[in-house]
């Protein structure tokens, strides 16, 4: 299996890399998400058999699959899809996969659309396997779904100039996943090092640039803080409004003065962290220091 160079390719992926998208070339018009009572995997539409362009976010080359290269690959992440969709208390999106023979690296990438799609790119998947194993592919995939969470629900609640509130708060739900008892299961942060490791070096330092995903130490302090909320069982709409009651203060270097009257028993867990999460942000907490939090 060929393996390609995370840092060679940051620079070319950063403003698309596990991303968002509203806007699909394949559809006349982007619906919102219908629900099913069976989270069976949707099967390819007619179009989806004999359209091989995929859409303009990716090659004209590229190809639309229902599968990775094997069964086993394909196997779980359908079933990491089934499995976080559930969590949420969701039916499945369309997990479609992309594949281009003729420039394998563009499909380095992995695209959350408004109409309930996610598309998942051969290049990004083998590679994060390659590097970190099966953690880092569930990671990616939780917080694409953390997306459609943010189009089904009309969230993130806070905006700013960048995509830096919803890259930051996807990293959020994708920490929460891989803590929850009925996501990934992983109660110790040491455990879930490759993913956490991952969504650090695909951070960017494009501040104002309108696809800014935050930088490196602040994607790392969103896994952190969302691991640390899968402490407790949240729906989407909680989970946004704890996130963001703490990750602002430590985007800002303070900490809320008034409590969080909606969850006190959060906020007495969480005031023991936030010295950690300011530290994590700034950076005065190390990588190495990162892989050896509780």
Excluded at 18 to 47: F, G, H, N, R, W
Excluded at 77 to 93: D, L
């Amino acid at each position: 299996m060929k393996k390609f160079n995370l840092c060679l390719l940051a620079g070319a992926v950063a403003a698309t890399f596990l991303t968002a998208c509203s806007d699909e070339k394949m559809d006349e018009a982007v619906l919102p998400q219908q629900e099913s009572l069976s989270a069976k995997i949707d099967q390819p539409t007619d179009l989806e058999k004999v359209c091989y362009y995929v859409d303009n976010n990716w090659n004209s080359t590229a190809v639309l699959m229902t599968g990775l290269q094997n069964s086993a690959d394909t196997n779980f992440m359908n079933s990491q899809m089934t499995k976080i969709a559930s969590m949420w208390g969701r039916s499945n999106p369309t997990l479609r996969f992309v594949n281009d023979p003729s420039n394998y690296n563009s499909t380095y990438n992995a695209i959350s659309y408004s109409n309930g799609k996610i598309y998942y790119g051969y290049a990004i998947y083998y590679d994060a396997k390659a590097k970190g194993g099966d953690i880092v592919n569930a990671m990616i995939l939780a917080h694409e779904y953390g997306h459609q969470l943010q189009y089904i629900f009309g969230l993130p609640s806070v905006n700013e100039n960048t995509a830096r509130p919803n890259e930051l708060e996807a990293d959020g739900f994708a920490g929460y996943y891989l803590r929850r008892p009925n996501g990934y299961n992983k109660t110790n942060f040491s455990e879930i090092a490759a993913a956490y490791e991952f969504a650090q070096s695909i951070g960017d330092y494009q501040t104002n640039s309108p696809g800014h995903h935050g930088t490196p130490a602040q994607r790392r302090s969103a896994v952190r803080l969302g691991f640390l909320l899968g402490q407790y069982d949240l729906n989407a709409s909680n989970f946004d409004y704890n996130f963001f009651y703490y990750y602002q203060g430590v985007l800002n270097g303070t900490y809320k003065m008034g409590k969080n009257s909606a969850n006190p028993e959060i906020d007495a867990y969480m005031s023991q962290y936030i010295d950690e999460l300011k530290k994590i942000q700034s950076g005065e907490i190390s990588a190495e220091e990162f892989k050896n939090l509780k």
